[in-house]
């Protein structure tokens, strides 16, 4: 049997390091040099903090991996990496389930397909296509707030992180008056590990206050949900929240755990990452006048520029799995219970699968990304994260004649969800 490879400690402890997510090239450069001999590698922390795991960071093995969901499950340990004390913490609070939030991303078959089906019709671009007008009308109330607030300010705060935050909330049916509400518990949940996105106002927080945070914040958003499923119940419409409020699985109304799930997923997942990307794809446009100037005269290229965007940027940054069974992936013997990191963030930048991919191409052909999944667990939102996208970033180049940046970019500190926490840009309305 070929010997386990295992990574030095340094570089066990950068894939989960929240820093290092935001400084991001020097992450980048230790994948590049790990991903080539060991694309499936062992971390095992000296000190105990985390139960070990396999990184994987080969963009085939991941797909094979995400694809695989009768060997490699969601459910039995955390999807989402956590330290010891905080999957203690999540089961002493759920009564013994590793999951705070019991949502798609914790479910394996035969729950899983059952719950998905409840609102995967409503997703599919068919019926997207009747938001259009609702979604462009929120785009240009978003870039509204940009012209208005002069000629420069922050991407991040004005557009990328309210938009897709207003156009999800709508479609829940959360008045607006609660989206701010929403959008802290979000980066609570999210950000727990960057001080400026916790809103703890504390520097370098121990692990497990970060998850009393997190669980926070979870709590926080059930209470507000059941408040608005029985509203729904009472008095159903069109909207999303009115489908889950009413399921019925085998027979039953889905169980209150389960519908605040849903809720969460949709709430939160369906907002942050899409920010993300909409930020990285203006960001693109401000370094390149050249594809600015292009993407204004010539709007087919906007769907290569938002996919582009969604794989340069990965705002979803890992998911974890565990093994059902003894198998192998990328040359290692992996055991029945392992736990395995999916870094899409290194999977994304393969350069065997991408030429040149730090590089924004957005004529990459057939841009077979990692960044929503893939098998039975693909990203449920990725046809309404891409209409968003599109829709911004055609009103934004109708209204606006040139975009620069005005200052650094930050990123978000954060292993899970990533993206940019600040964004500086300098316009010139049209």
């Given at each position: 049997m070929a010997s386990v490879t295992v990574l030095p400690a340094d570089l066990?402890?950068?894939?989960?390091?929240?820093?290092?997510?935001g400084a991001w090239e020097p992450l980048l450069d230790q994948f590049d040099e790990l991903r080539t001999a060991n694309p499936v590698a062992r971390v095992v922390d000296p000190d105990d903090v985390h139960e070990p795991f396999w990184l994987v960071s080969g963009f085939d093995e991941v797909m094979k991996a995400s694809k695989d969901n009768a060997t490699f499950l969601n459910n039995p340990k955390s999807a989402v990496f956590t330290v010891r004390v905080g999957d203690m913490l999540a089961r002493s609070i759920t009564g013994g389930s590793p999951h705070l939030v019991d949502s798609l991303v914790a479910m394996d078959a035969p729950k899983h397909p059952k719950l998905r089906r409840l609102t995967q019709d409503w997703f599919m671009p068919k019926n997207l296509s009747k938001l259009d007008g609702e979604i462009r009308k929120i785009a240009n109330e978003a870039i509204d707030r940009m012209?208005?607030?002069?000629?420069?300010?922050?991407?991040?705060?004005?557009?990328?992180?309210?938009?897709?935050?207003?156009?999800?909330?709508?479609?829940?049916?959360?008045?607006?008056?609660?989206?701010?509400?929403?959008?802290?518990?979000?980066?609570?949940?999210?950000?727990?590990?960057?001080?400026?996105?916790?809103?703890?106002?504390?520097?370098?927080?121990?692990?497990?206050?970060?998850?009393?945070?997190?669980?926070?914040?979870?709590?926080?958003?059930?209470?507000?949900?059941?408040?608005?499923?029985?509203?729904?119940?009472?008095?159903p419409t069109e909207d999303v929240a009115t489908v889950i409020a009413n399921a019925v699985v085998d027979g039953e109304p889905m169980s209150d755990r389960d519908t605040a799930g849903y809720y969460i997923i949709v709430a939160s997942a369906g907002h942050d990452t899409t920010s993300a990307s909409s930020a990285g794809a203006a960001l693109a446009l401000a370094r390149d006048p050249d594809?600015?100037?292009?993407?204004?005269?010539?709007?087919?290229?906007?769907?290569?520029?938002?996919?582009e965007a969604i794989r340069w940027t990965t705002p979803v940054q890992h998911f974890m799995r565990t093994a059902a069974t003894d198998t192998e992936l990328g040359g290692q013997q992996i055991s029945a219970g392992d736990w395995l990191m999916l870094n899409y963030v290194a999977a994304n930048h393969d350069p065997a699968q991408f030429s040149n991919p730090r590089q924004f191409d957005p004529t990459r052909p057939a841009n077979r990304h990692a960044a929503?999944?893939?098998?039975?667990?693909?990203?449920?939102?990725?046809?309404?994260?891409?209409?968003?996208?599109?829709?911004?970033?055609?009103?934004?180049?109708?209204?606006?004649?040139?975009?620069?940046?005005?200052?650094?970019?930050a990123r978000v500190n954060s292993t899970f969800v990533g993206g940019f926490k600040k964004l500086p840009m300098r316009w010139k309305a049209a």
């Open positions: 066990g402890r950068a894939v989960i390091d929240p820093k290092s997510y012209l208005d607030a002069g000629e420069e300010g922050d991407f991040m705060a004005l557009v990328a992180a309210p938009y897709p935050l207003h156009v999800v909330m709508q479609i829940l049916g959360v008045p607006a008056e609660d989206e701010p509400k929403m959008l802290f518990l979000t980066q609570q949940m999210f950000g727990g590990q960057d001080e400026d996105m916790n809103k703890s106002g504390l520097k370098n927080l121990p692990p497990e206050q970060i998850s009393a945070i997190v669980a926070g914040a979870v709590a926080e958003f059930e209470r507000y949900f059941a408040g608005l499923a029985a509203e729904r119940r009472k008095n594809l600015f100037a292009r993407a204004k005269a010539d709007r087919s290229l906007l769907p290569g520029i938002v996919e929503f999944g893939a098998g039975s667990h693909q990203c449920l939102g990725l046809h309404l994260a891409r209409l968003e996208m599109r829709v911004l970033l055609d009103v934004l180049l109708d209204r606006v004649d040139s975009l620069e940046l005005a200052g650094e970019p």
